[in-house]
């Protein structure tokens, strides 16, 4: 995209007056001037007479008798802006779409639903999907072929826009017998992978042999000189981690330590603004893809706060403190909720704002440069390209200090002293345009790692992060009917919550009671329990849908969930509905979380490491976990003190209840394995029973 500043050029976009302007936008625009998505205002001024999804872009369709072309992307996509700019901001391109195709633009964090339709289409069309997500189909919504980037003209063995584009309208009016064996084609392969699968053996009668297939599955994967899974791209996948971190094996969890630890020291970490990026190209996690997701942030922070529970290792609670405070910092609206993301690109290219040349660093820290660049991996001619350098730390703080014969403790003050002259100079550049919008689903990730830091690494500031943000989606992101809504950007957006934002949204007010013991979020993840159930059971089909009965419905039903970088929507739902059936003794939840998890256990015996959170919730179906009964007033020292050792023991499937008595001495009793032992109010006492049982 052609703008310097693309934060500054969206902002100009939002303050345009379009009271005056026709329904199509004018000459300067096309109809999504009148969106409040921030991915759909970037192609506002695009040539392409572009649709939002809806009716009114179907009827034209049909009234043309003409192919439609379903574009998704996101705001802060580094590839869907490359696109655009070779091809939807090009005149040649924009005359052959408004001709031959109508031509709709779908922002996938804003409509998940669509984005999981035209996924599916593009998985058994191609195998594969990414964004941007270009998926063509009749006026009756029936896909008939899917594709992602492609440049302009063709190069290096991919095929043209142009080419295609002409090739598709010629066949549309030419042959259209083979454009609806292809439609016929793919539905039916959608209907194959959709199909309930059925299993002679109940899911739940083989846990014990889906939890080692896992493992091996993991450990096959499991790259033992850099960690992480497969070689380049890598991705954190912390659901991964966090499973191989609750798994008493120690293999399993010295895999997830040591991914976390080379994590913290590569490229993917911003080692100056805090939190990390998105994914690494290369195997070593060097070169990130420089996007900052708010998702990301959350689950791996999850994913350091089980590490730092299990060892007591001080990298692993500033990891989580490191992204939080990134967080705090840079994805916080001033009323409680959290953006999206953080654009890879600033001035036109992609990671323009990380990135460091030698001499800048040492005009920015003197006589310090020398030995911040050696601990980064500063050079004069760069460890990326034309020159420039990503910081990255190929010894530990330790390892180098001892290497340098300086004392850790001086040397750590020293390099935060240049990190922070180096930050203030960073935020003088041109920034990475910040996606605004305040999606539920990310939002309830978020809630529940501020809410367990607060309680695991004792920052009541952490708690009430926690608590703005859950009151804002409560309050903001609700209809007058109660029903939850996806998105808030400048208001709430008008599609309806989705299966994954009622269940992320229960789970983070699910850890907010248990860092609390405020009943009111509880009875708040009550109330989204029930809704759920009502919403989303499909009681004819036996399935859990992803999208609410009330909500739009896609042509073909997605194909089944599983685990990726953030949880399986119908597994964190079962996970969710099984600790509230603990905390109030309600059967129904627990019968209806057993239900839920019926789908993806079956799935798990294809593939078990895809769905590592619903053998969790299997397991915890079929233990009883550890119960923490306390008493005495919640807000004082003491309480906090047995507060902090009981979440950070490592008892991961604990039940946490209040007495109601807050006129006692701060005290708590542990009920566990068939043994309830004595009330304590010694934090240190504490900590040595649950040594025993964790």
Not at 257 to 272: E, F, S
Not at 318 to 328: A, K, P, R, Y
Not at 399 to 413: K, M, N, P, V
Not at 480 to 499: E, Q, T, V, Y
Request: charged share 20%; with cysteine; glycine share 8%.
């Amino acid at each position: 995209m052609k703008y310097n500043d693309s934060g500054a050029y969206l902002k100009s976009l939002q303050q345009v007056d379009r009271s005056s302007l026709p329904e199509d936008g004018g000459e300067r625009f096309n109809r999504l001037i009148f969106s409040s998505s921030p991915y759909l205002l970037q192609h506002a001024e695009n040539p392409v007479r572009w649709y939002e999804w809806g009716e009114q872009a179907f009827t034209a369709a049909r009234d043309g008798s003409l192919p439609v072309l379903v574009s998704v992307g996101y705001a802060t996509c580094h590839w869907c802006h490359v696109m655009a700019g070779e091809s939807f901001e090009d005149r040649e391109v924009a005359d052959l779409l408004n001709r031959h195709f109508i031509c709709i633009k779908v922002d996938r964090e804003e409509r998940p639903d669509i984005d999981d339709f035209c996924m599916a289409v593009s998985q058994v069309m191609t195998g594969s999907g990414g964004w941007p997500l270009n998926v063509f189909m009749t006026p009756e919504k029936r896909p008939f072929f899917a594709m992602t980037y492609l440049p302009k003209r063709g190069r290096d063995g991919m095929t043209g826009l142009l080419d295609l584009l002409a090739g598709i309208a010629a066949l549309w009016h030419q042959q259209p017998d083979r454009i609806e064996a292809n439609c016929s084609g793919i539905i039916e392969a959608l209907a194959r992978v959709s199909a309930p699968k059925r299993h002679d053996t109940p899911p739940d009668a083989n846990l014990t042999f889906l939890s080692a297939e896992a493992l091996q599955q993991l450990s096959g994967s499991f790259d033992q000189h850099f960690g992480g899974f497969g070689n380049a791209p890598k991705f954190p996948m912390p659901i991964n981690l966090t499973w191989l971190i609750r798994n008493k094996q120690p293999e399993a969890r010295a895999m997830a330590l040591q991914t976390l630890h080379i994590m913290r020291a590569g490229g993917i970490w911003d080692h100056l603004g805090g939190g990390l990026h998105r994914y690494a190209t290369d195997r070593q996690w060097r070169v990130p893809h420089f996007e900052k997701m708010l998702y990301d942030q959350a689950m791996v922070a999850h994913a350091a706060l089980d590490a730092y529970c299990l060892t007591g290792d001080q990298c692993y609670r500033e990891m989580v403190e490191n992204i939080l405070t990134f967080v705090g910092r840079d994805l916080s609206n001033w009323q409680g909720g959290f953006y999206s993301a953080l654009d890879a690109d600033s001035e036109n290219r992609e990671g323009a704002c990380y990135l460091w040349r030698r001499e800048e660093i040492e005009t920015l820290l003197g006589d310090e440069a020398d030995l911040f660049c050696r601990l980064y991996d500063i050079s004069e001619t760069g460890n990326f390209e034309g020159g420039e350098n990503i910081l990255h730390m190929p010894l530990p703080l330790d390892r180098f200090s001892a290497q340098e014969g300086l004392d850790a403790a001086e040397l750590a003050h020293r390099i935060g002293q240049c990190r922070s002259i180096l930050l203030t100079a960073r935020r003088a550049r041109i920034q990475p345009l910040r996606d605004e919008k305040i999606i539920t689903a990310w939002n309830g990730l978020m809630i529940a790692a501020y809410a367990r830091s607060s309680a695991v690494l004792d920052i009541p500031e952490h708690r009430d992060q926690a608590t703005s943000a859950a009151d804002f989606i409560l309050t903001r992101l609700r209809r007058a009917d109660g029903r939850l809504l996806r998105s808030f950007l400048n208001g709430p957006s008008k599609a309806p919550a989705f299966l994954e934002d009622y269940s992320a949204l229960m789970f983070g007010l699910i850890e907010l009671y248990n860092a609390t013991l405020d009943t009111s979020r509880r009875d708040q993840a009550l109330l989204l329990a029930d809704e759920t159930v009502r919403l989303f059971w499909d009681q004819e089909a036996g399935v859990m849908r992803k999208t609410g009965f009330d909500a739009e419905a896609m042509p073909h039903p997605a194909s089944l969930d599983h685990d990726g970088v953030m949880p399986s929507p119908l597994s964190q739902t079962a996970w969710c509905l099984e600790r509230l059936s603990r905390l109030i003794g309600r059967q129904d939840l627990r019968e209806s979380a057993s239900r839920a998890v019926e789908r993806p256990l079956a799935d798990a015996q294809r593939h078990a490491a895809s769905q590592l959170l619903a053998l969790t919730v299997a397991n915890a179906l079929n233990e009883e976990p550890p119960v923490f009964n306390f008493s005495g007033p919640v807000g004082t020292q003491g309480f906090r003190a047995l507060m902090t050792t009981a979440a950070k023991s490592g008892l991961f499937s604990a039940v946490y209840r209040h007495s109601g008595n807050t006129n006692a001495v701060p005290s708590v009793s542990v009920c566990a394995y068939g043994t309830c032992h004595r009330p304590m109010t010694d934090p240190e006492e504490l900590a040595q029973l649950l040594s025993t049982l964790a």
